[in-house]
């Protein structure tokens, strides 16, 4: 049986190999920019896009996948002009974004409550639901994202990085739901800020693969929920990885 | 923990009994689970999606639910869309022709009986509707007597050699069963005609058959928490139409209810809703009793 698990997990683990792809290097960029909840947010603004967008009527497929993706890129050109006007106030103009966001879904579905299975399909994917077939449009987005990532300096554009960060979480939100995509951006880029060495990128890209593959496979052993097993094993091993940094770079 | 040592009994039972039992049957909700068992006996080995404490619109994704649903010979599943949330996506992973909706191996608690609450019109602005009617039709203990006698043809069909077994002990639930109802009604007959509050439209075959009367729902609309404008109205609507009892279920949030309870006075009442969802209702037979205990208890209370 549990060998049988292994290949029930393989599509999850696949999808975890591309949110690591995307989201490694972008959380790199949102921990330099000190904004760490901007997935959040993101995520909650797309969220709201898809309820108004089932409150004008519109119902499943694409529609619903254009609201969420208009609504994010419109907070993501908002919050790149709110970063040059605000700087510092950022973060505090992100959290606001994120719970007034949440909160209008709430009031708009009082009026709608069919749209909570949208917005529950859009926020809380579950990982473990992946099939190979969904997984080819992202393939797509993620490589014209990682391109983008790799000729354009979104260090330094603005409005590039935050529109690059909306199409990629609104699709990876939908994928493994925001408590993953939070876990994939943040974990491996605090350890390379722990362990500031010379070579980042292997050791991110290690940290995340670790605790995905320590994840699935533990939930496949012993049945856990997936999506929760990878977050906390993904903590795990960026606390081990953070720890050891730490002191090998102690001078004795 | 409790997870961890619930699926190390399942490997370790799945092992032990895989000799003897012939048909694996994953059961959606612990009440059909509950069924299986008393009907299967030992010729089924038996695997429970939720439990008691999960909301059965809702369910987490584990490895486990994909592999058993693989591996089922039979899926026992209360139907009239309450799965669907995870039931379409289950299957589909699965990807067992044998369980797939219209096979024999997927059998339907809802085409078994008539569905109360099948809305004349279908709207999306009332909530979250079932369209074939409400689901929760195994809180009448009629539905299960009807929904056991089918489940023992379905497993007589897919399982010709032990057909007999099956019938045989379908004969003893079914006496022991009408033996139990005609205890717990004549036990409940004080609670005809009392009026409840519900939290959510998931006990109106309960109130069918013991004749309780719902007066109404803490919820404006099916899965919508209430405003306050209604609350104000509800609290009003409490006293004024004499309401003994407000109702929810093991694996719902206690607040909304205790709140109302709280400010009008009446008391709140936890009942399990399936097997599992107290101490007491370890089988079908508990799930009656406890129920019935504590309505009559929560009808004690407010003379």
Redesign the interface.
Known sequence: ?NA??LV??LPAFCAGLLVLATHVPLGRLVLDRGIVFIDLAVAQVAGLGVVAADAAGFEGGWPVQAAALAAALTAALGLSVTEKRLGHLQEAVIGVVFVAAASAE?VL??????G??HL?DLLVG????V?FDQLWPVLIVYALVLLALWRIDVARRRFVFYGLFAVTVTVSVQLVGVFLVFASLIVPALVVKVAARPRPLPIAYGVGLAGYVIGLVS??W???????AIVCALALVGLIAGLSFSFLRTPA | MN??VF?FAA?VL?TSGGAHATLNVFACEPEWAALAGEIGGDKVSVFTATTARQDPH?V?????L??RL??ADLAVCTGAELEI?WMP??L??AANPKVQPGAPGYFAAADQVLLLDVPARLD??D??VHAAGNPHLHLDPRNIAAVGAGLARRLADLDGANAAWYAARQKTFAEKWTAAMQGWEAKAAPLRGVAVVVYHKDWVYLENWLGLKQVATIEP?????P?AAYLAQLLQDVPARGVKLILYAAYQEARAAQFVAEKSGVPAVMLPFTVGGTERATDLYGLFDDSINRLLAGVGTTR
């Open positions: 049986m049988a698990n029930i997990v709430i579905l009082s009026f709608n409550p069919h909570a299975e529950k579950q990982i473990l639901w099939t939930s496949a012993i049945d856990l929920p997936t999506g929760a | 997870r961890l699926t490997a799945l809702q987490q994704a584990r490895p486990a994909i592999a693989r591996a949330g996506v289950l589909r992973q999306r602005a909530g979250d609309k099916p899965g919508v928490a405003g």
